[in-house]
């Protein structure tokens, strides 16, 4: 398997715009997690979902941010409209119930300017 | 109750000596405690993980341990190399029966190995 996958890689945008990230957890994982990365607050979780239920969104920073996986192979986190201080690395996980860890992407270097 | 505090922030040492990583948490609810490393540029990828029903766990030159009545837990690594050089991160979790990944991390410790 090709592990988490992760696009854009890297995304510079302006104030205002809407930006969409993208994930393929690994296949046959039945959890997906979507993180922030910051120096200032390091890896926060923002939601996560469970056989493409969203569980926990209470780590969503506002209603700008929201999240969807519409099957099992796909995941979206959009922030609409991007603000400056949405500029962080954004980390898609996955995982399955019974397994042993949570496998990380590569990340998405969002720049909003 | 919901922090994962972690020290040091950075953490210099001499290739083959041990580097020691702490962390505290508050919330008695968690129930698995992985060990993150990341190189720049790339996500975060498990080191070794613990349970609160051992005291150590050890894995090549990695060794958890975990006080439970103290509620902290250390990452030890032995004859450190330089491509040990990375950041770390503990973490605590509610979920270890599925979901690994809904994980609370420390703020991470900058690790340079010197040759």
């Known amino acids: 398997d090709a592990g988490v996958i992760q696009s854009p890689r890297h995304e510079v945008t302006e104030m205002g715009q809407e930006v969409t990230l993208r994930c393929k957890p690994i296949s046959g994982h039945d959890y997906l997690f979507w993180y922030r990365q910051t120096m200032m607050r390091g890896l926060e979780l923002l939601i996560y979902f469970n056989n493409n239920v969203p569980i926990d969104d209470s780590g969503m920073p506002e209603d700008r941010f929201s999240a969807k996986m519409p099957n099992a192979s796909f995941s979206t986190l959009k922030i609409q409209p991007s603000e400056p201080r949405d500029s962080a690395v954004y980390f898609c996980?996955?995982?399955?119930?019974?397994?042993?860890?949570?496998?990380f992407g590569q990340g998405t270097r969002l720049t909003v300017v | 109750q919901q922090q994962v505090k972690q020290s040091p922030q950075s953490l210099i040492v001499q290739k083959g000596g041990i580097s020691i990583i702490n962390c505290a948490y508050e919330?008695?609810?968690?129930?698995?405690f992985p060990w993150y490393q990341q190189f720049p540029g790339k996500g975060p990828a498990l080191l070794i993980a613990i349970r609160p029903d051992v005291s150590e766990k050890k894995e090549g030159r990695f060794t958890i341990s975990f006080n439970k009545s103290a509620k902290q837990f250390s990452l030890h690594i032995m004859d450190s190399q330089p491509g040990d050089s990375a950041t770390y991160f503990c973490?605590?979790?509610?979920?270890?029966?599925?979901?690994?990944?809904?994980?609370?991390f420390g703020k991470g410790t900058k690790l340079s190995v010197k040759p």
């Open positions: 919330n008695t609810a968690f129930d698995y």
């Open positions: 973490a605590a979790s509610p979920d270890y029966g599925g979901s690994q990944g809904n994980l609370i």
């Open positions: 996980a996955s995982s399955f119930w019974g397994g042993t860890e949570a496998f």
